[in-house]
């Protein structure tokens, strides 16, 4: 294993994303391209379900393999020319016995696929005067954590309502991991009131860095996005958020301050597990 370099600089790709597959490939990556000549990222993160629009009725539309299908290969593609790795937000999977997942795919910079985790807590609400969705009406919820390794640093995956799930953060916290990276696409009733909340816990929960990517809002979509993807660091601290629109959010990720904040709040080893053990029944 590599050293660990201590620093890692991200690019968190607000993408506005439209019905026409072609032109969201083509604007995801003309931004990745942006991304790497102007400021020279190790790793690029994509939003929740960046080549469609985000809704039931069209994810069996939208759906690809992984990895023949042609957002799969469009990805593997840039990562290679631009020597980057691509967290590459979801896309609607064509998985095996007609199932279809959410389905984020993870790139090396030699373009090979690395990982690839499906999103295990569908998004199935119904708040009153709010918004209902049920994401349970066309997807197959995923059963596999999904852990990633980037220079020394141990980085787990959720996906959007995945943040919800505390224990979902702990079994990636409890396996080392430094980072948790959603891809997500909170709405305008849930994402003014958890968004930043829920990164904030996670980060503050787990002392890790917690990075989200959101689509840019489209007022016009069936589905109107919050936007204001961010990255929260171990203390808990926002160090940098997007507004509502397309937008390239660039960050320094600094993991020596990882360790800082476990030394000096040791609430992991402090826990009484003795008295309380949450996994059991
Ligand atoms: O948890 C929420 O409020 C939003 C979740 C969501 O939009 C999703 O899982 O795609």
Redesign the pocket.
């Given at each position: 294993m590599n050293a660990a370099k201590t620093i890692m600089r991200l690019a968190l790709l607000q993408l506005k994303g439209s019905k026409d597959k072609a032109a969201n490939l083509q604007n995801a990556s003309q931004k990745i391209r942006e991304a790497v000549q102007g400021h020279k990222p190790r790793l690029i993160t994509l939003p929740?379900c960046f080549n469609c629009p985000?809704g039931t009725k069209y994810f069996r539309e939208y759906a690809e393999t992984i990895p023949n299908g042609e957002s799969s290969q469009t990805l593997s593609k840039l990562a290679k020319e631009m020597g980057v790795y691509i967290v590459g937000g979801t896309i609607p999977e064509m998985g095996d016995n007609d199932k279809i997942y959410n389905t984020c795919t993870v790139w090396s910079p030699e373009g090979s696929l690395i990982a690839k985790h499906r999103k295990m807590h569908l998004?199935d609400?119904d708040v009153k005067g709010g918004i209902r969705f049920k994401e349970s009406e066309t997807l197959t919820a995923g059963n596999e954590f999904t852990i990633i390794e980037i220079d020394g640093h141990k980085i787990g995956i959720g996906i959007?309502?995945d943040i919800?799930f505390e224990e979902m953060a702990k079994v990636y916290r409890n396996e080392g991991c430094e980072m948790l990276i959603y891809p997500?696409?909170?709405?305008m009733t849930?994402g003014p009131l958890?968004w930043e909340l829920l990164q904030r816990s996670r980060a503050n929960d787990n002392q890790l860095y917690v990075v989200t990517t959101s689509p840019a809002r489209d007022e016009t979509a069936d589905y109107v996005a919050y936007g204001h993807s961010m990255v929260v660091d171990p203390w808990a601290k926002v160090v940098k958020s997007a507004k509502e629109g397309e937008e390239t959010v660039v960050v320094d990720v600094d993991f020596s301050l990882v360790e800082q904040v476990r030394q000096q709040i040791p609430v992991y080893s402090q826990r009484r597990v003795d008295l309380y053990n949450t996994t059991k029944k």
């Open positions: 929740e985000y998004f609400i959007c309502y919800r997500g696409a909170f709405n849930t958890h």
